[in-house]
């Protein structure tokens, strides 16, 4: 099991470079850091008085890693769920926010177990998670991934300007379903049939 940290710096890996993307609704991004991020911190990196896109672009990997480390896993609790799925949640928290726990937590409560869709990793969450992970530990990793990813394809149907970020020009899956995908059993994968059969009506 990889620790927390090196967690982090996949997620960073995964992210990429400096991205300023209109279609993207966290705007200026380098290493997964948004703007939005930086600017709900008070994070000033040249030192300039505001947070704008040059804050963006200062963004290194050691200070996006300690970011999502302090901001993304810490802050809400993360480290309180059962490891297996901590890796695939903090991925999704850096993503999506707090989604991420929102999914899990429809997932969990589809499940049978009760609990608030609130975003938030309190103790009533935590013991319905615990109780679904103890009932089958590998299912409810896959299970979440799968969620993962029927979020991103909700996301496309939803809203045109992301569907992009699911879909390749090419037809193939997009970014947004390859990280899902990353966190779920081979055998769970979309075939590119499925996975085209799933965005045609997008066409």
Known sequence: ?????????????REGGFVNDPDDPGGATKHGVTIGT???????????????????????????????LRH???????????????????????????NAV????????????AVAVDGIIGPQTVAAVEAAHNAAPRHIVDAYGIARRNYYYRLG?????LRK?????????????????????ARYHLTDAEHEARVAAWD
């Open 157 to 161: 149907d939803a809203r045109p300007a």
């Open 102 to 113: 929102k999914i899990l937590q429809r997932l969990v409560r589809d499940m049978g177990h």
């Open 165 to 185: 970020f699911a879909c390749a020009r090419s037809g193939d899956k997009g970014g947004w379903i390859k990280r899902a995908e990353e966190f779920i059993s």
């Open 72 to 98: 993304y896993f810490e802050a809400p609790g993360i480290g309180r769920l059962p490891q297996a799925l901590q890796p695939s949640v903090f991925d999704m928290q850096v993503n999506a926010g707090a």
């Open 1 to 13: 099991m990889h620790s927390v940290r090196q967690i982090a710096t996949q997620i960073v890996a």
């Open 38 to 68: 930086l600017r709900s911190l008070g994070l000033d990196l040249d030192g300039d008085g505001d947070v704008d896109v040059d804050d963006v672009r200062r963004v290194d990997r050691k200070t996006a890693t300690d970011l999502f």
